[in-house]
């Protein structure tokens, strides 16, 4: 089992940017595939970008593309999320989870571990 505990959210402008973090605990960290996924009131959980064990291989969300970026530091056990040129259709609450399956992962029903969610407000 793993644990996962997000930090990084919060207001910003449209044009700005912000930086998730996502600190796991428990099992090896490098043993799980990673992704961020972002909600907003009414929607479904949605993919935006995912990254396997090794940090080899990423993928995202059209609309992400260019302006975001996942990445991984397995020795301090730490997934990442770059936003760049946010968006105000960026805002919503935003997760990262773990997955066992050695792979790129986009559904959510696939990944077994979540960290809490964090409100990312991009004002216009």
């Known amino acids: 089992q793993v644990q996962l505990v997000e930090s990084g959210g919060g207001l910003v402008q449209a044009g700005g940017s912000l930086r998730r973090s996502c600190a796991a605990s428990?099992?090896?960290?490098?043993?799980?595939?990673m992704g961020w996924f972002r909600q907003t009131p009414g929607k479904e959980r949605e993919f935006v970008a995912a990254i396997t064990w090794s940090g080899s291989r990423t993928n995202y969300v059209d609309s992400v593309k260019g302006r975001f970026t996942i990445s991984r530091d397995n020795a301090r056990n730490t997934l990442y999320l770059q936003m760049n040129s946010l968006k105000p259709e960026d805002t919503a609450v935003y997760y990262c989870?773990?997955?066992?399956?050695?792979?790129?992962?986009?559904?959510?029903?696939?990944?077994?571990?979540w960290g809490q969610g964090t409100q990312v407000t991009v004002s216009s």
């Open positions: 428990g099992r090896t960290f490098s043993s799980y595939s």
């Open positions: 989870a773990a997955s066992m399956q050695n792979d790129i992962v986009l559904l959510p029903a696939s990944y077994a571990y």
